[in-house]
């Protein structure tokens, strides 16, 4: 079984940048797509970023122009740069990988994103 480890999360002010890291056991390309989500108190999971295996990106509304999604396939490891951060993007971010046959999806334990002056 595939194992996911999220890293790059903490503190930072509005306006400010970090990059979340996941790392994962296998190769990444066996998946249909990498995602990011994340889930903030009170609130239902959401999809914040996702790379298909084409390379095509898609990302939440709320995200597109300060958030970028991208892989390193030597390295196994996925990335969300996120820019321009805003108190309402603080969650719980979690790194997902989905596999379309059989249908299954794969969950790190989450990092936490805190924006906050």
């Known amino acids: 079984q595939v194992q996911l480890v999220e890293s790059g999360g903490g503190l930072v002010q509005p306006g400010g940048s970090l990059r979340l890291s996941c790392a994962a056991s296998e190769s990444i390309f066996r998946f249909h797509s990498m995602g990011w989500y994340r889930q903030a108190p009170g609130k239902q999971r959401e999809l914040v970023a996702r790379i298909l295996n084409g390379d095509s990106t898609t990302y939440a509304d709320s995200v597109k122009g300060r958030f970028t999604i991208s892989r390193d396939s030597a390295k196994n490891t996925g990335y969300l740069q996120m820019n321009s951060l805003r108190p309402e993007d603080t969650a719980v971010y979690y790194c997902?990988?989905?596999?379309?046959?059989?249908?299954?999806?794969?969950w790190g334990q989450g990092t936490q994103v805190t924006v906050s002056s």
């Open positions: 997902n990988l989905h596999m379309l046959w059989p249908p299954r999806d794969y």
